[in-house]
């Protein structure tokens, strides 16, 4: 690599070698100060490897043991190196520039190797006796920052039979690997346990200052402006600490990445060079770091400016002008031209009166903090332009003249290529998304059979009304599915269980006015089971008879794959008497289970926010003790009826679910009408999330005899995967 003169690099190399100000640690000399955390007597890597240890033998608390103090060794090594490194920092840094008289060009290269031998003599000083014992290998570091010792600790916690400490353990995995099938499930097998709460799904690796913020943000949507305030401006003071050990950690060794080894003969200054700049690219990478959530894609976008955006209107909302005046200057030194924020800043001046809000200034801080990040950006920019070292800018409010001209030009041709080829790429893989479902659509309906008429494989049920019988096809009447009683034992449970709007978002007239919804879905009703709040048996009855159905509808339309649950629910509709005079509607209009229907041209739309994925409808009735409610029928145009259906007690009702099969509600005029509502899919891809935790609760409470508890639960129940590892209603 050709080096250009170099003079000009070290004189800014000098002035980014001097702080804007001393950060705040106790002032100690060289070395280890008191109020450093003691290194812990095992290293990380060896706490963690003696608990992956223990987790092959299946030692569960030396598990525990084990991954908690790997987390928490890790922890007070960064602790130490963090403070270590500011120490020296404030105990070597030089006078601030123009204080003293600039020395003569044949002393300055000397002072400034001066103030890096008294800072690396500091450093050394202060670092473990054996240092490479407590560096951790890039592989290791990576285990550590994608939480991997909590993946081992919620199956450690599970065995110990400890749930609320599995689900805190698994929570904390997740969120930084939200796309791990075998935690997902975990998570969703811990919901179902007894003796876990909501707030034991916990994030033990949270960042403050993210967490200070999101709090700050919702308050601020909440319109409470006070208490918006004090998350923000705590969140502010939770991102500088951040920020300061994020560059702190960046000035580690010099990563060779791209290079051998022994074949690297940079001279000194291509050496200084080389390493400082890699150095000023991780402090800058800091900006990305602390605004990135565990496992988001993308950081959020300009967040130490935004902490001013909402800061300012807070501080207006909450009659704090001069407050609002100093963050939204604040913001003003990013975005200048931000046209809204300055319309804000004439109206807050307004208000408050030229002479009172003339001298009040951006944060000192903010000033300092973007002089240096200027500073940085300028020499990142300069050695990419002259020396070809890559750099990314993580900020969107760079200004332009930061960026020399030649660098500008390039960098906007490479923007315009990735943005063509990134929409390429978007639109390319939007036709293969597509191609692919329509694919998978056309396999699933290629494996209905259209000759329907299969044994009901229940005794006691037998079909009463056929395809033939209804006007269409795919559609069937099936009485004797439940007996008196059990319909009667499932209308206790709807009353017991169930809870307004369920399924609509808590909207409890969804589809009209004159009536009011209940429901209650499988696994709600065998949590509440489980809580002893409902019979559990009822909740149980209500599991086994949608699996009936489901069964009954594979056999009789004989299907060649099975059915999977799309969505279940216990529904009663219950008639308003006082809005039953001159009513002209129906309780729920015509409509088609998976596609758009366009009555008017008479055709069914299939895509979203349809629920093209259904394949097969089904509804089982509780009672017939009430008036109006009759399922009907019809034609594409929603008008003309094809075959109509009184409900009863025991009596479904089966359809294919696409446009061949329209169907709607008549008005409940009086009384209650409540059913079981059923959709299936053949995409198992599709299957309903709840029903999977529903079949898991099932297993864990009840035994190979129907009914019976399970006594040992601690031994028979699954555990989780280890290391390898709003409704339309009928």
């Known amino acids: 690599m050709a080096l250009l003169p170099v003079l000009p690099l070290l004189v800014l190399l000098a002035r980014a070698a001097t702080p804007p100000e001393p950060v705040p640690v106790p002032e100690l000399g060289p070395g280890p100060g008191p109020a450093d955390p003691p290194l812990p007597a095992q290293s990380p890597d060896a706490l963690f490897a003696a608990g992956a240890e223990a987790y092959a033998r299946g030692d569960w608390p030396a598990v525990v043991l084990q991954m908690e103090r790997a987390l928490r060794a890790r922890a007070a090594v960064r602790s130490r190196l963090v403070r270590c490194r500011l120490r020296c920092a404030n105990a070597t840094a030089g006078p601030a520039e123009g204080a003293e008289p600039q020395p003569e060009p044949v002393l300055r290269d000397l002072l400034f190797f001066r103030g890096l031998l008294r800072r690396a003599a500091c450093l050394r000083g202060c670092g473990p006796a054996a240092p490479s014992r407590y560096r951790l290998g890039d592989e290791l570091d990576r285990e550590f920052s994608k939480r991997s010792p909590y993946n081992y600790l919620q199956v450690a916690y599970f065995r110990m039979n400890r749930p609320a400490q599995a689900a805190a353990a698994a929570h904390t995995f997740f969120v930084a690997n939200p796309g791990h099938q075998e935690m997902r499930q975990n998570l969703e097998y811990y919901q179902a346990m007894a003796g876990v709460r909501e707030d034991d799904f916990t994030d033990l690796e949270a960042k403050p200052h993210l967490t200070e913020f999101r709090l700050g943000v919702r308050f601020y949507t909440d319109e409470q402006p006070a208490a918006a305030i004090l998350h923000l401006e705590k969140a502010l003071e939770e991102y500088f600490v951040a920020d300061t050990e994020c560059r702190v950690l960046c000035e580690g060794p010099y990563d060779y990445e791209g290079y051998n080894y022994l074949e690297y003969n940079a001279d000194l200054f291509q050496a200084i060079t080389d390493h400082y700049m890699q150095v000023l690219s991780c402090k800058q990478g800091c900006v990305t770091e602390l605004a990135s959530q565990p496992g988001r894609e993308k950081p959020l976008e300009d967040f130490l400016p935004s902490h001013f955006n909402y800061l300012q209107f807070a501080y207006y909302n909450n009659g704090n002008y001069e407050k609002a005046i100093e963050c939204t200057k604040t913001y003003l030194l990013f975005f200048p031209n931000d046209e809204v924020m300055n319309q804000n800043l004439a109206y807050y001046t307004a208000v408050l009166g030229e002479n009172l809000a003339g001298p009040i200034q951006p944060r000192e801080e903010i000033q300092a903090y973007r002089q240096r990040s200027l500073m940085e950006k300028e020499l990142l920019f300069f050695s990419y332009d002259v020396f070809g070292i890559p750099f990314v800018d993580p900020d969107t409010w760079t200004p332009e ?58 005794e006691g049920a037998s079909v009463t009304m056929n395809s033939k019988t209804l006007n269409g096809s795919q559609r069937v009447v099936v009485d004797g599915v439940l007996s008196a009683e059990e319909c009667r034992e499932l209308q206790r449970l709807t009353n017991a269980a169930a809870s307004a709007g369920d399924g609509y978002r808590g909207k409890t007239s969804p589809h009209t006015p004159s009536e009011t919804f209940y429901g209650v879905t499988v696994l709600k ?13 009822s909740a149980y009855l209500y599991y086994n008879v949608t699996e009936k159905v489901r069964h009954m509808m594979e056999s009789y339309f004989r299907l060649e794959v099975p059915l999977h649950f799309s969505y279940s629910h216990l529904v009663c509709r219950t008639a308003i008497d006082e809005k039953q005079e001159g009513r002209s509607d129906n309780s729920h209009e015509v409509h088609v289970d998976n596609c758009i229907l366009n009555a008017e041209a008479l055709v069914c739309v299939k895509e979203p926010p349809a629920y093209t994925f259904r394949d097969y409808s089904a509804i089982l009735y509780l009672n017939g003790d009430f008036e109006g409610g009759a399922f009907y029928f019809t034609e594409l145009d929603a008008k003309t009826e094809t075959a109509e259906v009184q409900p009863q007690c025991g009596r479904a009702v089966g359809f294919s679910s696409g446009s061949e099969n329209p169907h709607g509600v008549k008005a409940v005029t009086k009384g209650q009408r409540c059913a079981i509502a059923l959709w299936f899919t053949l995409d198992p891809r599709h299957s309903e999330r709840e029903r999977v935790q529903a079949d898991d609760l099932v297993k864990m409470l009840f035994g190979a005899e129907e009914g019976d508890l399970l006594q040992e639960t601690e031994t028979e129940q699954e555990p989780p995967a280890a290391v390898a590892v709003g409704k339309d209603e009928l």
């Open 525 to 537: 009703a065998l949590k509440l089971g489980q809580e002893g709040k409902v019979p559990l048996q």
């Open 401 to 458: 003249e930061v960026i020399p001209k030649r660098l500008r030009e390039k960098q906007k041709v490479e923007r315009e290529t990735a943005a063509r080829i990134s929409e390429e790429i978007g639109n390319l893989m939007k036709e293969i998304e597509t191609l692919v479902e329509e694919k998978a659509k056309e396999s699933a309906d290629m494996s209905k059979f259209i000759r329907e008429g299969g044994p009901l494989v229940y």
